[in-house]
C-alpha cells in the first residue's frame, strides 16, 4: 500500500505558474478544483468594521472568470447585508482529505439568486463532499448533516476574481499567486 500524498503550497505555486492563466480568468486546475466537493467559507467586512464568515455550500464558475458562492441566507443574513454594503470579499476553498486550500478575493461583489441549472452542481458537490467526510470517519448523519442545505434557502454572492492565494498548510501558506 503506498503512502497518502498530501498537498503543499509548492504544489499550488508550480500549478499556477505551469498553467500561464490569462488576466481575469481561472486556470481549469483551480476551477476543477474549487467546484470538486471542497469545503467553502466566505469572509467579508461587516457593517459595523468587523470579520464576518460564514460557511457556503458548493461553487459555480462561469466562463473561467466568474465565481459563485452559494451560502445558505438565513445563516449568513449580515454577511449578505455586507456584500449588498459594498463589502470586499475573501472565498476559501478548503479540501476535506489534505486540507489544500485555495482563497480568492475581491474588492466586490454581487448578490444573486441560484438558477435551475446551479441546483443540480450544488446537489453533485454536496454528494462528493459528504462521501468524502464519510471515509474520514464521519458518520453518515454527521456527514449528511454538514452538507445539508434548503434550495430554496440559497443566495448567491457572485464576484470576479482579483487576487489569488495559497492557504495549503506549509511552507508558503498565505502567498500569492501570481501571473
Known amino acids: 500500500m503506498t503512502a497518502p500524498t498530501y498537498a503543499t503550497p509548492t504544489d499550488?505555486?508550480?500549478?499556477?505558474?505551469?498553467?500561464t492563466p490569462q488576466p481575469g480568468?481561472?486556470?481549469?486546475?483551480?476551477?476543477?478544483?474549487?467546484q470538486s466537493g471542497v469545503a467553502p467559507i466566505l469572509g467579508v467586512k461587516g457593517i459595523d468594521?468587523?470579520?464576518?464568515?460564514?460557511?457556503?455550500?458548493?461553487?459555480r464558475v462561469r466562463e473561467m472568470s466568474v465565481?459563485?458562492?452559494?451560502l445558505d441566507c438565513a445563516r449568513n443574513a449580515?454577511?449578505?447585508?455586507?456584500v449588498e454594503a459594498g463589502s470586499a470579499v475573501a472565498a476559501t476553498f478548503?479540501?476535506?482529505?489534505?486540507?489544500?486550500?485555495?482563497?480568492?478575493?475581491?474588492?466586490?461583489?454581487?448578490?444573486d439568486s441560484p438558477e435551475s441549472e446551479d441546483l443540480s452542481e450544488i446537489a453533485r458537490q454536496c454528494a462528493i463532499l459528504r462521501h468524502e467526510l464519510v471515509t474520514l470517519s464521519y458518520t453518515p448523519g454527521q456527514a449528511r448533516d454538514y452538507t445539508a442545505y434548503d434550495p430554496g434557502g440559497l443566495a448567491v454572492v457572485e464576484f470576479r476574481p482579483e487576487r489569488v492565494f495559497t492557504q495549503t498548510p506549509g511552507p508558503g501558506a498565505?502567498?500569492?499567486?501570481r501571473r
Not at 67 to 70: N, Q, T
Not at 78 to 82: D, E, F, G, S, V
Not at 94 to 111: E, F, P, T, V, Y
Open 94 to 111: 478548503s479540501s476535506a482529505r489534505d486540507h489544500r486550500s485555495i482563497q480568492i478575493k475581491a474588492a466586490s461583489a454581487r448578490l
Open 78 to 82: 449580515p454577511l449578505l447585508a455586507a
Open 174 to 177: 498565505g502567498a500569492e499567486l
Open 67 to 70: 465565481v459563485r458562492l452559494f
Open 49 to 59: 468594521d468587523r470579520p464576518l464568515v460564514g460557511s457556503g455550500v458548493a461553487c
Open 12 to 19: 499550488d505555486q508550480v500549478s499556477w505558474r505551469d498553467s
Open 25 to 34: 480568468r481561472l486556470p481549469v486546475h483551480l476551477v476543477a478544483f474549487v
